[in-house]
C-alpha cells in the first residue's frame, strides 16, 4: 500500500470519527441537554437526531418517565405526642428538564434526596397536627393529598419536577412502644375474659340451681302421683279381696293361708318355732281347716 493510499485511509478513519462524534440521538423516554466548556448553551432537548460540536460540547441525558422514590421509614409524632413509623413513596416525573440540570446539576440521586427531605418535612408537620386514629384510618387520604400538592408546587417550581403521588405504605409502632402496647392490650383482654368466666359462673350457677329446682319439683310430683296410683291400687286390690271373700269366704282364706306358706317357707334353711293349734297351722293339720 502506497503512501498516498495510507494518508486517504487516515482521513477517512478521522472524518469518519468526527461525523461520529458530531452526531447524538436522545431516546424517545429521555430529554437532553447541551453544554459547551461545561456552560449550558441548550435544554430540553427532544428525542431524535442531533448534531453536536465535537470535543467542546457535551450532552446529557435524563429520564422523563414516571420514577418511583422509596423513602426510608421515618419517625414521626403525632399530636399525642405518640411515636409512630412511618414507610412512604413518592412517584416523580422530570418535566422541565432546565430547572432540573440547574437546580440539582444533574444527579438523579440529588433530586430524590431534595424530594425525600421536603417529603420527610411535610408529614413531620402533617402528623404533628393529628392524632393518631386520625393519620392511620381516619384523614390518611386527606393528609396525602394535601401533602402532595404541597411538595409538588415547591418541586415544580425549584426542581423542574412534578409530583405524582405520595403515598404512605405502612404505619406501625416502634419496636420500643409495641411491646408495652402489647402488654396492655393483653392485660385488657385477661380482664374481659375474667369478667366473661364471672358472667359464664354465675349463669351456670343460675342454670344449675333452676335444673334442681325443677328435678325437685318434678320428683315431687312423680312420688304424689305414685302415691296416688299406688293407694288407688291398693283400694282395688282391697276391694277384689273384699269381693272375693264374700263369694267364697273359705276358699279365700285357703288361699291366703297358702300364700302365707310359700312365704313363711320360701328358704328350707328357715326354722320357725309355731303353735301346732294356731290359725296358721289349720290347713297344714287338716286340709278342711277344722281345729
Known amino acids: 500500500m502506497g503512501p498516498k493510499s495510507v494518508i486517504g485511509l487516515a482521513g477517512t478513519l478521522i472524518i469518519l470519527l468526527l461525523v461520529s462524534s458530531s452526531v447524538y440521538i436522545i431516546p424517545e423516554t429521555h430529554r437532553g441537554v447541551l453544554l459547551r466548556f461545561g456552560e ?3 435544554t430540553n432537548i ?5 448534531f453536536k460540536v465535537p470535543v467542546i460540547d457535551e450532552v446529557r441525558e435524563f429520564d422523563v418517565r414516571v ?20 414507610d412512604s413513596y413518592i412517584a416523580w416525573q422530570i418535566t422541565d428538564v432546565d430547572t432540573f440540570y440547574r437546580a440539582t446539576g444533574g444527579d438523579e440521586f440529588r433530586a430524590q434526596s431534595l424530594l425525600a427531605s421536603r417529603v420527610d418535612t411535610g408529614l413531620r408537620n402533617e402528623f404533628g397536627v393529628r392524632t393518631m386514629h386520625e393519620v392511620v384510618s381516619g384523614q390518611r387520604d386527606e393528609l396525602m393529598a394535601q401533602l402532595k400538592d404541597q411538595v409538588n408546587e415547591t418541586a415544580l417550581n425549584e426542581f423542574g419536577i412534578r409530583v405524582l403521588d405520595i403515598r404512605i ?12 402496647v402489647y402488654r396492655r392490650m393483653s392485660t385488657e383482654r385477661e380482664k374481659l375474659a375474667q369478667e366473661y368466666r364471672s358472667r359464664g359462673r354465675e349463669a351456670a350457677e343460675g342454670i344449675r340451681a333452676d335444673a334442681d329446682r325443677q328435678r325437685t319439683v ?40 297358702l300364700s302365707a306358706y310359700q312365704n313363711a317357707f320360701s328358704n328350707k334353711d328357715d326354722i320357725m318355732v309355731i303353735d301346732a293349734e294356731g290359725d296358721f297351722m289349720k290347713y297344714m293339720m287338716d286340709p278342711q281347716g277344722a281345729k
Open 40 to 42: 449550558l448553551i441548550e
Open 218 to 257: 318434678i320428683l315431687a310430683e312423680a312420688f304424689s302421683k305414685s302415691e296416688q296410683l299406688r293407694g288407688e291400687g291398693d283400694g282395688e286390690a282391697a276391694q277384689i279381696y273384699a269381693d272375693a271373700y264374700t263369694q267364697d269366704s273359705e276358699f279365700f282364706s285357703f288361699y291366703r293361708s
Open 67 to 86: 420514577l418511583t422514590l422509596d423513602v426510608p421509614a421515618r419517625q414521626y409524632l403525632t399530636v399525642e405526642k405518640k411515636p409512630l413509623d412511618v
Open 169 to 180: 405504605k405502612a404505619i406501625e409502632l416502634p419496636e420500643q412502644v409495641r411491646g408495652n
Open 46 to 50: 427532544g428525542a431524535g437526531l442531533h
